[in-house]
C-alpha cells in the first residue's frame, strides 16, 4: 500500500466539518494502516484552546461519528500527531508564526516540505487564506508539494468562480487544486461508471434506444438544523444541484472514456456538462420548480423560516425538481429529472433508470399493461442495486408478472463502506485526482446554474409550498405528470 509523507493543515479547525467527518475520517485510516509516520495534522481555528483540549474534544467526536467505534490505543497513536493552533485568518503577521511553527513539526516528522492546506471555512475566505499562505510563502513549492483542497460551494455564481479560480490559481496552479466534492467519494457513485462499463447487458442499452427516462433522486428529512446562515446564501440550487447532482448526471451519462486515467475521465464529464441544455428564463419557469418547507402537518417540525438563522421572509429554497436536457446523439429525447430537498418524507440517494416498454409486448400483467424495466442505483442510505424485470406469473395463466433482483452492498451485518472523506482525504495526499473536480467541470456547471439564477431573480417565490414531511410541492408533481411519469418514491 502506498504511503502518504505529509503535514496536513485544517483550517477551519474548529468547525463541524473537521469534528463530524474529517477527523473521524482520519482515524479509520489510521486503522487500515494507510497514514505514515511521517504524518502530523494541525488544525487550525479561531477560538483559543490548548491541543490537549482540542484532542480531547475530537476524541468525544470520534465516538460519536467514526463509523468503526472507538478504539483508545489507535486514537492515541493518532492523537500523538495531532496540533491545535489559533489564528485569525484574517491576521498578517500571524502566518509568519504560523510558518514557524509548522516548520518545526516538518522536522520533527520528516515530512520533506510536503503540505496539504484543507480549507474546512466557509467560502468567503477560500481566497483571503489562499491569498496569504501566497504572501508568506507558505504554499511556494520549493522542497516537497504544497496542495489545497477547497470546499464546496466554489463560487456563488459563473462570475464569482471564475475570480476566485484566478486568485487560486496563481498561487497553487491547476494541478494542485483539489475542489472537493464528497459525493464522488462515495462507493457507490464510484461503482457507476464499474457497473456501465464492465458489463455487457448494460452499455449497448444505455441510451435513447431503450431508456425512455433517468430520475436522480437525492432527498433528506432532516431540515437546516444550525447550518441556516450557511444555507440562506446558498440554498438547494447551489449547495446541491451545481455540485454534487449534476456529477451524479455527468456519471450517469457520459461516453466511456478512451482510458481510465484522470483527465480522460474528466473530458467525458466536461463533455456532459457542455451538453446541458441552457433554458431561457420562459423555459426554466416551465421545467424548474423550487420550493421551501413548512411546518409539519402536526407541527413536530418547524418551518424553514422558523430556523435557526434564516430570515423570517427567507425566499431561499430548501427543494428543487427539474427536467434536463442532455444535447447529444445519445440522450435525444431522454429527459433527466433530478430532485433534492430537506425535510423530506424520506431520506434516500438514487438513480432510476426507467426503460421503455417493448412495442407490442406478447405477455402484459394482469392490468394488460406492459410492465417496463428498471433499474435501480442505490447509493444512500442502502447501496446497492435493484433490477426489474418480467417473468412468467406462476400457474395457468400466461401473464406476466414484474419481480425483482435486489443486491445491497451494506446489508450484511458488519460491513460498512468507507466514508467518502476516507478516500478523498488519502487521494489528495496520494496526488490522484480523479474524484475532484477540474475547473472546467465548475465553469459549465455554472452557465447551467446560472441560467435558473438569473430567471428566479425576476420572481419573488410563493413560499413556503410544501410541508416537512412530505414529496416536495404539487408543482413537482405535475412537472413530470405532464410527460405522462411519476416521481419513483418507493
Ligand atoms: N459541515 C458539513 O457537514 C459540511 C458538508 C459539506 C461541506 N461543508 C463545507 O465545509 C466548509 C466548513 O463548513 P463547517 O460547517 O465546518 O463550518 P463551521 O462549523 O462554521 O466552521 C467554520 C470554521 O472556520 C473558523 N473561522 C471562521 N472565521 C474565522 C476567522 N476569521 N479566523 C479563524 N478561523 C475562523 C471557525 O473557527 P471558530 O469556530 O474558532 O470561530 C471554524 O473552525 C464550508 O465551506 C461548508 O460549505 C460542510
Redesign the pocket.
Known amino acids: 500500500m502506498e504511503e502518504t509523507s505529509n503535514a496536513l493543515v485544517i ?11 474529517l477527523v473521524p475520517a482520519l482515524y479509520n485510516l489510521k486503522i487500515e494502516k494507510l497514514l505514515s509516520k511521517e504524518f502530523f495534522i494541525i ?5 483559543e484552546k490548548s491541543t490537549e483540549e482540542f484532542i480531547e474534544e475530537m476524541k468525544l467526536a470520534v465516538k460519536e461519528f467514526s463509523r468503526t467505534g472507538f478504539d483508545e490505543d489507535i486514537w492515541v497513536c493518532l492523537s500523538e500527531r495531532i496540533y491545535y493552533y ?6 498578517t503577521d500571524t502566518y509568519l508564526e504560523f510558518e514557524n511553527y509548522l516548520c518545526n513539526l516538518e522536522h520533527k516528522y520528516n515530512t520533506k516540505g510536503n503540505r496539504l492546506f484543507y ?5 468567503e ?2 481566497g ?1 487564506i489562499v491569498e496569504k499562505l501566497h504572501k508568506y510563502g507558505l504554499a511556494n513549492e520549493n522542497g516537497g508539494f504544497k496542495r489545497v483542497v ?4 466554489f463560487g456563488r455564481n459563473l462570475e464569482s468562480a471564475r475570480k476566485l479560480s484566478k486568485q487560486i490559481t496563481h498561487t497553487f496552479g491547476e494541478e494542485n487544486i483539489y475542489r ?1 466534492d ?1 459525493y464522488l467519494g462515495k462507493e457507490m457513485l464510484q461503482n457507476i461508471m464499474v457497473m456501465r462499463f464492465a458489463n455487457t447487458f448494460f452499455e449497448p442499452i444505455w441510451n435513447n434506444k431503450y431508456i425512455d427516462n433517468i430520475q436522480i433522486n437525492s432527498t433528506e428529512t432532516l431540515g437546516v438544523s ?2 441556516g ?2 444555507y440562506e446564501k ?1 440554498g438547494a440550487l447551489r ?1 446541491m444541484l451545481q455540485n454534487h447532482l449534476l456529477q451524479l448526471l455527468a456519471l450517469t451519462a457520459m461516453e466511456p472514456p478512451a482510458r481510465l486515467d484522470t483527465e480522460s475521465v474528466r473530458d467525458e464529464k466536461v463533455k456532459v456538462f457542455k451538453g446541458l441544455k441552457i433554458y431561457s428564463d420562459e423555459e426554466v419557469t416551465q421545467n424548474v420548480v423550487r420550493g421551501q418547507y413548512d411546518t409539519s402537518v402536526n407541527g413536530e417540525y418547524v418551518a424553514y423560516r422558523d430556523e435557526l438563522r434564516t430570515a423570517n421572509d427567507s425566499e431561499t429554497e430548501t427543494f428543487i425538481a427539474l427536467k434536463v436536457e442532455v444535447e447529444n446523439y445519445r440522450w435525444e429525447g431522454v429527459p433527466f429529472y433530478i430532485r433534492t430537498g430537506k425535510r423530506m418524507k424520506k431520506k434516500s440517494i438514487e438513480v432510476i433508470i426507467q426503460f421503455k416498454s417493448l412495442g407490442k409486448s406478447l405477455y402484459l400483467n394482469e392490468l394488460n399493461e406492459s410492465v417496463p424495466n428498471q433499474l435501480i442505483i442505490r447509493i444512500q442510505p442502502t447501496e446497492g442495486i435493484y433490477l426489474r424485470f418480467n417473468t412468467k406469473k406462476p400457474g395457468q395463466e400466461n401473464a406476466a408478472i414484474p419481480v425483482s433482483m435486489d443486491f445491497c452492498q451494506n446489508c450484511e451485518i458488519g460491513y460498512k463502506s468507507p466514508e467518502a472523506y476516507e478516500k478523498l482525504l488519502r487521494d489528495a495526499m496520494l496526488g490522484e485526482k480523479a474524484l475532484f473536480t477540474r475547473w472546467d467541470e465548475v465553469e459549465y456547471s455554472w452557465k447551467f446554474i446560472d441560467a435558473i439564477g438569473k430567471a428566479w431573480a425576476n420572481n419573488i417565490p410563493d413560499f413556503p409550498n410544501y410541508k416537512a414531511n412530505s414529496y416536495g410541492p404539487k408543482a413537482a408533481d405535475d412537472l413530470i405528470r405532464r410527460d405522462g411519469r411519476e416521481w419513483w418514491n418507493e
Do not use: M, N, W
Open positions: 483550517f477551519g479547525g474548529t468547525g463541524d466539518l473537521t469534528k463530524r467527518k488544525s487550525v481555528g479561531r477560538r489559533q489564528l485569525d485568518f484574517s491576521g480549507l474546512a471555512v466557509s467560502p475566505y477560500f483571503i477547497i470546499e464546496k460551494p472537493i464528497h444550525e447550518r446562515g450557511y446558498s449547495d
